[in-house]
């Protein structure tokens, strides 16, 4: 049984109720999680507040800074047995929960660098003036996480928020928080101080509502999906309260005949296969140049055969999806490209090992698929890349913009000016050329344009999105 962690210790939901967590990789429930209610993000946020007023605010940024990264090396020692929670918890292949458990410590080791250096400015104004602005923390930040990548979402967004000099008040997926919880632990035996870092655990529609109502939070960073997103910008409008939200993608990955294939094969593949395909910045439309359209396909469609799907502990190509329902969501889009006679041109294998319960789907590279089609248009969320031609630079930019989404674009050419008029004239918030996601370094700024949100996480962009600037103008004549 799994308890919220609020002040540094475990503690039960006041409603005295539990969600059941359940393996993808087999269907079993193995553990029971908090369904919490307001009564306890109520006492988080109070508990949060005290730390911020009598404690954290106290701490130089540097003695933050030391916190951060004393939690980072606990991280990082304690890396396997993270990975190890989130591969039953998220059914998540060995290699990508090690990279995540490390990723995390990565964002804490960045942060904690970052804790003091971060500064205002000084202005030139008029005589007898002296102009300067300060960087202060919103306050207690609220962070409602989704069940993609846990521990790398957390880290960049609560790693950011306690540099800045915020405390945290966390709720985490319901399908995706034990390894979070593992980490408050951790914190804890770092040195954090009781209500630095909190995470209640339950349903967002009940738990992760009442977070982004509750009048104590400063400001809310949410990363999930756009319709949830809505509602939450729509709740924080009320107050006023500062939002960032991570919203979703439907990337596209645009190859121009020049370009080489050798590398972008690889790196087209792993952006839609990655984690199942459960990634906001998938590689999901495939956008390819007339001339080479048939050649790319047929090399692409040997690949995806060659993928293997089976349980997390196998540590195959791919793992299972998250829950039956989100394996019910891409049967519904591969029913719908069936009926309206979409050509399917290769799929990978689900191995004889997975077991009958598990949320297995196997990688699908479908062809033609007409822009307008909900295919090419919806997030799908699995291992689905949907392929279609283009004519010319002018097409191709079309194409790629022809989505309500912008999160992420990848351009393949050897040619130097298409590469920058490309990154120019497509609307997203990352462009990768001749490659796809710059192995998610934690240095580089993320986040979207359109439908994929606003604000800027990672990077040191991140903490000026969880400071709030003050000018102060003092008149000495
Ligand atoms: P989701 O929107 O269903 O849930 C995200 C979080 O919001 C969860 O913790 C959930 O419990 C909570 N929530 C649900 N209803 C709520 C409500 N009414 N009020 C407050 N909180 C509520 O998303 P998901 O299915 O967990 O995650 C997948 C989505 O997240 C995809 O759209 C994906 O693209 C997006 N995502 C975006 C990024 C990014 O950086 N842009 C990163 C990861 C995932």
């Known amino acids: 049984m799994q308890f919220n962690y609020?002040?540094?210790?475990?503690?039960?939901?006041?409603?005295?109720k539990t969600i059941a967590v359940v393996n993808p990789s087999d269907g079993q429930v193995f553990d029971e999680i908090q369904r919490s209610t307001a009564h306890d993000i109520d006492v988080a946020v109070r508990r949060a507040r005290d730390c911020l007023e009598l404690v954290w605010c106290r701490l130089s940024a540097a003695e933050r800074g030391r916190l951060l990264m004393r939690l980072s090396v606990k991280v990082a020692g304690h890396a396997e047995e993270l990975a190890l929670i989130e591969q039953r918890d998220c059914g998540k292949p060995t290699r990508q929960a090690r990279a995540?458990?490390?990723?995390?410590?990565?964002?804490?080791?960045?942060?904690?660098?970052?804790?003091?250096k971060l500064h205002g400015d000084t202005i030139p104004y008029l005589d007898g003036y002296s102009v300067m602005t300060w960087r202060e923390p919103h306050g207690v930040t609220g962070h409602i996480i989704p069940w993609n990548y846990p521990m790398q979402i957390f880290g960049r967004s609560v790693g950011a928020a306690l540099a800045a000099g915020n405390v945290c008040v966390v709720?985490?997926?319901?399908?995706?928080?034990?390894?979070?919880?593992?980490?408050?632990?951790?914190?804890?035996?770092?040195?954090?101080?009781?209500?630095?870092?909190n995470i209640v655990t339950g349903y967002g529609h009940e738990v992760g509502d009442a977070l982004a109502r509750h009048p104590g939070i400063d400001h809310i960073s949410f990363t999930g999906s756009p319709g949830i997103g809505t509602l939450i910008q729509q709740v924080a409008a009320e107050r006023h309260c500062p939002v960032s939200l991570a919203l979703g993608g439907k990337s596209p990955q645009i190859v121009f005949a020049d370009a080489d294939l050798d590398a972008?094969?690889?790196?087209?593949?792993?952006?839609?296969?990655?984690n199942a395909g459960q990634t906001c910045s998938a590689g999901s439309r495939l956008l390819v140049a007339?001339?080479?359209?048939?050649?790319?396909?047929?090399?692409?469609?040997?690949?995806?055969?060659?993928?293997?799907?089976?349980?997390?502990?196998?540590?195959?190509d791919m793992g299972p999806l998250i829950r039956q329902s989100q394996q019910q969501r891409v049967w519904d889009f591969l029913s719908d490209a069936h009926v309206d006679g979409i050509p399917m041109v290769a799929q990978g294998q689900i191995v004889d090992e997975a077991p009958e319960g598990g949320f297995y789907q196997a990688p699908t590279l479908l062809c033609d698929v007409p822009p307008g089609h909900r295919l090419m248009q919806e997030e799908i969320f699995g291992p689905v890349l949907c392929a279609m031609s283009f004519r010319d630079e002018e097409q191709a930019v079309e194409l790629a913009n022809a989505t309500r989404f912008g999160l992420a674009a990848g351009?393949?050419?050897?040619?130097?000016?298409?590469?920058?008029?490309?990154?120019?004239?497509?609307?997203?918030?990352?462009?990768?050329?001749?490659n796809y996601g710059a192995d998610g370094g934690v240095e580089l700024p993320f986040g979207g344009v359109k439908s994929s949100g606003h604000g800027r996480e990672k990077g040191l962009e991140a903490l000026h999105g969880f400071t709030t600037l003050k000018t102060v103008a003092v008149r000495h004549g």
């Open 6 to 16: 609020i002040a540094n210790a475990a503690v039960p939901s006041l409603s005295g």
């Open 100 to 116: 995540d458990a490390l990723a995390l410590a990565r964002y804490f080791e960045f942060y904690a660098g970052a804790c003091d």
């Open 171 to 197: 709720k985490p997926s319901e399908d995706a928080c034990l390894s979070l919880l593992r980490v408050a632990e951790l914190a804890t035996e770092a040195g954090f101080p009781a209500g630095a870092l």
């Open 264 to 274: 972008a094969i690889p790196a087209i593949v792993n952006a839609i296969v990655q």
């Open 290 to 316: 007339e001339a080479i359209y048939e050649p790319l396909l047929a090399r692409l469609g040997e690949a995806f055969e060659n993928l293997r799907v089976g349980p997390a502990a196998m540590d195959l």
């Open 411 to 434: 351009i393949w050419t050897r040619d130097g000016a298409l590469q920058f008029r490309m990154a120019r004239r497509v609307k997203s918030g990352q462009v990768f050329i001749n």
